[in-house]
């Protein structure tokens, strides 16, 4: 059961959260407006793909950083950023990954203006990240706070969308 988002904390990941942020970006990389479509590839599954270590694994890169949303007991959401560079978007990539059971709470808001914050505050002028575009409860969050769709992916049917960090919209 979810408790009130109140009684929700953030600390900043570590090398020891790495199993959780794989989760988490499973979870971000293939949930459609909270939950799994049937047919999603399971964890193990992606961690054989080319693009999920550079996303989930190695932490601790110079360009890390990351919050973990935890009720006091358990982990239930993060969101980081890391330098990616690709296809000639802003070289900061962000992900978020909110648990299942605490989606809809306001809680993945809170992680992305809190870590929008952080990275304005380390001169990171602009951030981006894809969304599926069937994912439209993240995507209206993401237009709330200023993303602004710059292009396509194609390949996983996502809408790349960035945002400027000094003209980020907190909600």
Excluded at 8 to 19: A, K, L, M, N
Excluded at 28 to 43: H, K, V
Excluded at 74 to 92: E, F, M, Q, T
Aim: proline share 5%; aromatic share 10%.
């Amino acid at each position: 059961m979810s408790q009130g988002i109140e009684l929700v904390t953030f600390r900043p990941v570590t090398v020891e959260d790495e199993p959780f942020l794989e989760e988490m970006g499973y979870l971000a990389a293939f949930a459609i407006n909270g939950s799994l479509p049937e047919g999603t590839p399971t964890l193990q599954e992606t961690r054989q793909t080319d693009w999920f270590p550079d996303n989930n694994q190695g932490w601790g890169r110079e360009s890390d950083f990351g919050l973990i949303a935890t009720d006091g007991v358990n982990s239930v959401g993060a969101a980081w950023y890391r330098k990616l560079g690709w296809n000639g978007y802003p070289p900061i990539t962000v992900f978020i990954g909110i648990d299942q059971a605490n989606q809809e709470r306001g809680l993945g808001t809170k992680l992305l203006v809190s870590l929008l914050g952080h990275a304005q505050e380390q001169n990171v002028p602009e951030v981006v990240l894809q969304v599926r575009k069937e994912n439209t409860i993240a995507k209206h969050v993401y237009e709330k706070l200023g993303f602004v769709v710059v292009g396509q992916n194609s390949k996983d049917d996502c809408d790349v969308m960035t945002v400027s960090t000094s003209a980020f919209r907190e909600k």
